[in-house]
């Protein structure tokens, strides 16, 4: 006989999530925060500060309360709003990490073994690693699973860990067929939205914008002054070249595309119609519109973040909040799974 279950399969849901490691910067503003406000006006939208992924790198934990509520502020303050989206941070719902040790049990050790990211991460010193940074990619499933979420924003590092969660939602469905009518899990799909799909250094346009990296002028950190802005973008490497008018003349100018991504991500433009508009000019001319196109944005944003950081009470008011409503739905979603597998009775 086949189980009944509680959980409905969404129509279309999404869930995303943002490590809370401090020092945020446009690229993850741009990368993720921006597009998420984007999706509240449609979907039916699920925000996490995942703490629990921060952990996998023992270095974030001393600091892990206080860039919890900073990058909550930042989502916040970005305009994601409590009567659109669920905001909560992961681990104060218990089922995330339940979830993950039962989707430990079907993963292959081969399936990790393959992630560029940990690869990168780990680097040659891989005995160094935490478990939990090898395994993330499996908590990153559960989290997306365990509200059964059918759409996933995330940036172009994450696909594969994106990818690997499908083949988790595939072999459950697979291995418990017999139990139930329909497959459990819908396969969720990628939204990667926008220019910014990867914001990088304003000093080496082939590498990725990083909180960790050693000079402060390559990012622009969304608690910037507006002055250390301005200075930031006109010191921002570029080439001697003029701006052309089609993107197969910017092939290799990797600072030049960078900019102009932002460029676009910031002005809500795309690519082409810059080109045409700035087509003939040097980046300088390029550089100070993009300032204030980006102090215009960002300025709002910051002063909103001091005044929840003042007011720490009404960040935690609202996690606690989001927390609640999440949890609803995933102690549903986890009493079915463990239905299904046989845990619960
Ligand atoms: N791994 C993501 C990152 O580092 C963050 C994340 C955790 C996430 N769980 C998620 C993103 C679920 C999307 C969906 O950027």
């Known amino acids: 006989m086949k189980i009944d279950l509680k959980s409905k399969q969404p129509r279309r849901r999404i869930f995303s999530g943002i490590q809370p490691t401090g020092n945020l910067h446009i690229g993850n503003y741009l990368g993720a925060i921006k597009n998420w406000t984007k999706l509240q006006e449609e979907d039916d939208c699920i925000y996490s500060i995942v703490d629990l992924h921060a952990m996998t790198v023992p270095s974030n934990v001393l600091e892990i309360k206080h860039s919890t509520l900073e990058v909550t502020a930042a989502v916040i303050a970005s305009g994601i709003d409590q009567k659109k989206s669920i905001l909560f941070n992961q681990s104060s719902v218990p089922q995330h990490s339940e ?16 992630m560029t990211q940990f690869k990168e991460k780990a680097g040659k010193k891989r005995d160094n690693a935490t478990v939990g940074l090898f395994s993330y990619p499996v908590l990153m499933a559960a989290d997306i699973l365990l509200y059964r979420a059918t759409h996933v924003p995330v940036g172009e590092d994450q696909k594969q860990h994106l990818e690997l969660t499908r083949d988790i939602a595939q072999t459950f469905n697979t291995m418990f067929h017999n139990q139930i009518d329909k497959k459990f899990f819908s396969l969720p799909e990628p939204i990667i939205l926008g220019p910014a799909k990867r914001i990088m250094s304003l000093r080496d346009g082939m590498k990725k914008m990083s909180k960790s990296d050693i ?4 990012r622009i950190n969304l608690m910037d002054e507006k002055d250390v802005i301005s200075s930031k973008v006109k010191k921002a490497k570029t080439d001697p070249y003029p701006i052309p008018d089609n993107i197969n003349d910017l092939e290799g100018r990797h600072e030049a595309i960078n900019l102009i991504n932002i460029y676009a991500s910031f002005s809500n433009k795309n690519v082409e119609d810059i080109l045409i508009e700035f087509s003939g000019k040097g980046f300088s001319y390029l550089k100070n519109n993009l300032s204030d196109l980006i102090i215009n944005e960002i300025s709002p944003l910051t002063r909103e973040m001091r005044h929840l950081m003042n007011n720490k009470d009404e960040i935690i008011k609202i996690l606690i909040d989001g927390s609640n409503k999440a949890q609803e739905i995933a102690d549903v979603v986890l009493k079915d799974i463990k239905k299904i597998i046989g845990l619960n009775f």
Do not use: T, V
């Open 99 to 114: 979830l993950a040790w039962i989707f430990n049990c079907i993963s292959k050790i081969g399936w990790l073994n393959r």
């Open 215 to 218: 000079s402060d002028a390559s």
